[in-house]
């Protein structure tokens, strides 16, 4: 009995382990190639929704997505898993990073400083890892655009497939 505990304890914390190696890779391209500010970023600490809003992937696209790699996960975009656990990004390792809170980005004294911060949804893989779905929104509670990446992971490198906005809104916290 504690054998087996043990045991599924260790493989939960490698899943956990391989979570985190998948997450960090990913966001490691997000940083380097898709967000604005390079210097040092404010980032919710935790992850938002991620949705696809009334996108609708038009033919042409799904075409294109499917001529491109036939395996092309469609459902990724138009059928996204709802169960998802949010992320704590406090757990990945995101260099030049300074987590906030929802509170602390709607302060109106880290407001007045004009910076730029994001926020992400929980990033959704493929099953054979290849792809993934991510949300960025930038000035998340400021009224923000946020964007849906799609991206393909080939020879070890993300590289983005498609991107479309989903929304633009304006957030607040309640006090």
């Known amino acids: ?3 087996s505990l043990i045991f599924l304890l260790s493989l939960n914390f490698l899943s956990i382990k391989c979570q985190n190696k998948d997450a ?3 966001m490691n391209y997000i ?6 500010e390079k210097n040092r970023y ?9 949705t696809i809003a009334d996108f609708e992937l038009q033919n042409y696209q799904k075409r294109d997505l499917k001529n491109d790699d036939p395996n092309f996960p469609i459902e990724l975009i138009t059928d ?12 990945i390792q995101l260099p030049k990073t300074i987590f906030k809170t929802e509170r602390e980005l709607n302060d109106p004294s880290f407001l007045d400083k004009n910076k730029v911060f994001y926020a992400f949804s929980t990033p959704i893989f493929s099953k054979n890892k290849k792809y993934c779905i991510i949300t960025v929104s930038e000035n998340y509670t400021r ?7 799609v991206l393909k992971k ?12 989903v929304r633009r809104t304006k957030r607040g916290i309640n006090y």
């Open 42 to 50: 404010f980032v919710l600490d935790k992850s938002i929704d991620y």
């Open 31 to 36: 940083y380097d190639d898709i967000l604005v």
């Open 154 to 165: 080939e020879n070890g490198q993300w590289d983005e497939v498609l991107n479309f906005v």
């Open 143 to 149: 009224g923000s655009i946020d964007i849906n990446y």
């Open 1 to 3: 009995m504690k054998l």
């Open 24 to 26: 960090t890779e990913l």
């Open 80 to 91: 996204p898993p709802t169960d998802l656990n949010q992320t704590d990004w406090k757990k």
